[in-house]
Nanobody
Framework: QVQLVESGGGLVQAGGSLRLSCAASGRTVSSYRMGWFRQVPGKAREFVAA????????YYADSVKGRFTISRFNAKNTVYLQMNSLKPEDTAVYYC?????????WGQGTQVTVSS
């Protein structure tokens, strides 16, 4: 099992940048495909980005492609989400996700608010 703790959220103006971090403990994160999701009140949680176990493959939602970058540092059991050119519609609670053999683990979330 793995425990995930997100950090790095906050308030930023449109056009600004934030970097989210997800620290994993328990099992080594290199065993897991990692990802980021986000959710706003009243809406379903949506996929943002994912990265393969080795870091060799990355996947992005169309809405963030070209602006967000997911990366991982397995030696530090950490996954990052660099968010640039932020827009008000990026405002949400961002959740870190770890997946192995179709079993998903979630962090508690970190709030990102982008003001216009």
């Amino acid at each position: 099992q793995v425990q995930l703790v997100e950090s790095g959220g906050g308030l930023v103006q449109a056009g600004g940048s934030l970097r989210l971090s997800c620290a994993a403990s328990g099992r080594t994160v290199s065993s897991y495909r990692m990802g980021w999701f986000r959710q706003v009140p009243g809406k379903a949680r949506e996929f943002v980005a994912a990265i393969s176990r080795s870091g060799g493959y990355t996947y992005y939602a169309d809405s963030v492609k070209g602006r967000f970058t997911i990366s991982r540092f397995n030696a530090k059991n950490t996954v990052y989400l660099q968010m640039n050119s932020l827009k008000p519609e990026d405002t949400a609670v961002y959740y870190c996700n770890a997946e192995v053999n179709a079993v998903h683990y979630w962090g508690q979330g970190t709030q990102v608010t982008v003001s216009s």
